[in-house]
């Protein structure tokens, strides 16, 4: 019972921080440290009394995405204001309807008063869930000046992008930067896997070692998280000995 407890726990701070887009070392804390790492995080991230309420709620969206959509979508009839038709936006990518995303995050950015950073990445990954990839490149070329653009997930299918349009150096460039030591496994095995597919055996097989090394030292739970992956690292590992 303790031990679904701790996933339970686990699984709703890792949503909390997905959505929320703290700080990528939180990451570490709540998948490498459970439960003190989820503990940390409520406490210093999430909890307070204000919003034990909001909590509730959010858990309750968690096991029903549909609920989430039509309450948001109140809001928005209710008030038609910034932060609500953001709010409406994220729940339809997290739910996987990429259309409707992309039409609330089209809408938010008609506001440019805002700093429309993470709706632009955002909208980003809902373009590249339906291979719109001249979009994704469009729209990353117009934040890949920012600071918060290095080394994110958002450069990374930026690379993506440029591959599949031919654009192979620039492609590199922009898909190494995802090579950051335990986090971004299944990234890093993209990345491995296009490295193999340039030429570039070697560099490849580093990163998939350095993935497998890491994996030793992941608890039981990420274990579960990652096995898929870490399954297929250890697969082409041994295609390449």
């Given at each position: 019972m303790i031990y679904y407890l701790i996933i339970a726990l686990q699984g709703y701070c890792i949503y909390h921080l997905y959505t929320h887009r703290n700080a990528y070392y939180w990451w570490f804390l709540i998948i490498c440290?459970?439960?003190i790492g989820c503990i940390i995080y409520l406490i210093t991230q999430v909890y307070n009394k204000r919003d034990a309420e909001k909590v509730t709620n959010e858990?309750?969206?968690?096991?029903?995405?549909?609920?989430?959509?039509?309450d948001l979508e109140k809001q928005l009839q209710f008030a038609e204001t910034y932060q609500n038709q953001l709010n409406l936006a994220?729940?339809?990518?997290?739910i996987g309807d990429y259309n409707n995303a992309i039409s609330q995050y089209l809408e938010v950015l008609?506001?440019?008063?805002q700093n429309n950073f993470y709706a632009?990445?955002?909208?980003?990954?809902?373009?590249y869930n339906i291979k719109d990839f001249d979009h994704v490149?469009?729209?990353?070329?117009?934040?890949?000046t920012q600071s918060e653009f290095n080394k994110s997930r958002t450069q990374f299918l930026y690379g993506l992008?440029?591959?599949?349009?031919?654009?192979?150096?620039?492609?590199e460039v922009n898909l190494r930067q995802i090579d950051i030591r335990y986090s971004f496994y299944k990234e890093r095995l993209m990345l491995a896997r296009f490295l193999l597919k340039i030429g570039k055996e070697e560099e490849a097989i580093e990163i998939l070692n350095d993935i497998?090394?890491?994996?030793?030292?992941?608890?039981?739970?990420?274990?579960?998280i990652y096995r898929s992956t870490i399954l297929e690292v250890e697969k082409l590992l041994k295609e390449l000995n």
């Open positions: 440290l459970p439960p858990i309750t969206h968690i096991i029903n995405p549909g609920k989430k959509i039509r994220d729940a339809y990518l997290e008609k506001d440019d008063s632009i990445t955002q909208l980003i990954e809902a373009y490149i469009m729209y990353a070329e117009k934040v890949k992008a440029l591959e599949h349009v031919g654009q192979i150096d620039e492609a497998y090394t890491e994996s030793s030292h992941m608890t039981k739970t990420n274990k579960r």
